[in-house]
């Protein structure tokens, strides 16, 4: 008799459920919009939950009641409180296997890590960084920027505009991003672009990292300090996790999962120079695969099979089938 697991990933921008078999075989993905508790509430999560895995089901030809484990990795899941009102949520998709829920990070560390335990740091519009050993033992961080884990492309444009304004205060170095800036907003100078940013008639994101990116290619010191302060941030986490978990003198994997890394080589090497220290065992890698896999790799788990072997041919045909779609 066929096997079958679920592996959902519910993020602030969308939510992918994934069916696959005991071989690794990706069977059917499902798709639904952002469903972060913390963002949209649990009414969203369930609305997400449902539509998704009834997508993947439908297209599997299965019922939910063959599905043996699941794992569910939900953006904004931080704290133990949360966990009854989500599985109350899952229960509403009719699901009755066993099944683990964890931070999205962990997802994505079990779909980019080989032998699926280590730290994962994400970047993307903020920054999250999780970790888990061979026992399944947590490490992490609070998920709160303002706890002081702030290094994403939102921060990042943040501290960038703040050094524009230094700049023009006469309390910093004069930056290639004031132009930059004053060009990306469609203004004439900078005395305009600080005046609509400081009374709220322009606003300039977390898209906007890409310019701080290039400045710094282009040799600003100033931009490339704040790539280098955004390195030095992320591994601060990950060490942080690392201590927690007592890797210093293990072998392991850094998985940079997000949109950020793509911004800039220099974040992973950065990153490498400032964990080696603590961890010399320690190996950075990016993530390339689809982090919803993490999800059916822990339920797989859940169920009492062995997810490592059949890791790679899941990743590859959960590839094949995402570039169908």
């Not at 539509?51 to 599997?60: D, I, K, W």
């Not at 898209?207 to 941030?233: K, M, N, Q, S, Y």
């Not at 993530?287 to 059949?310: S, W």
Request: with cysteine; charged share 20%; glycine share 12%.
């Amino acid at each position: 008799m066929t096997h079958y697991f679920l592996g959902v990933d519910v993020g602030a921008t969308k939510t992918h459920a994934l069916i696959a078999d005991e071989t690794g075989r990706a069977l059917s993905l499902g798709e639904s919009g952002p469903g972060n508790p913390e963002s949209f509430g649990y009414d969203s999560l369930g609305h997400v939950l449902r539509a998704s895995t009834e997508e993947a089901l439908a297209t599997a030809g299965i019922a939910v009641g063959q599905i043996a484990g699941a794992g569910f990795g939900i953006g904004g899941y931080d704290w133990p409180s949360q966990r009854e009102p989500i599985l109350q949520e899952i229960t509403t998709t009719g699901l009755r296997a066993p099944l683990e829920i964890v931070n999205d990070a962990i997802v994505g560390l079990v779909a980019g890590a080989a032998e699926g335990w280590g730290v994962a740091v994400v970047a993307g519009t903020s920054c999250n960084c999780w970790g888990w050993d061979t026992e399944r033992r947590i490490g992490r961080m609070t998920g709160f920027s303002f706890l002081g884990e702030a290094a994403g492309a939102g921060e990042l444009v943040s501290k960038a505009i703040q050094a524009v304004a230094l700049a023009w205060t006469w309390r910093g170095p004069a930056t290639r991003l004031t132009q930059a800036f004053v060009e990306l907003a469609g203004l004439r100078n900078v005395e305009e672009l600080l005046e609509g940013l400081s009374l709220g008639r322009i606003h300039i994101g977390a898209r906007a990292a890409p310019v701080v990116f290039r400045v710094a290619a282009e040799g600003d010191a100033v931009a490339r300090e704040l790539i280098e302060w955004a390195a030095r941030e992320l591994a601060s986490m990950a060490i942080g996790v690392i201590r927690q978990l007592d890797f210093e003198t293990l072998s392991f994997e850094v998985v940079l999962a997000g949109s950020f890394f793509n911004g800039s080589p220099r974040l992973a090497e950065a990153m490498g120079e400032a964990i080696h220290p603590i961890a010399p065992g320690a190996r950075l890698v990016r993530l390339t695969a689809p982090p919803v896999v993490g999800g059916a790799l822990v339920g797989m788990e859940q169920a009492g099979e062995d997810p490592r072997p059949v890791r790679e041919p899941l990743i590859r045909s959960t590839e094949e089938m995402m570039k169908r779609k």
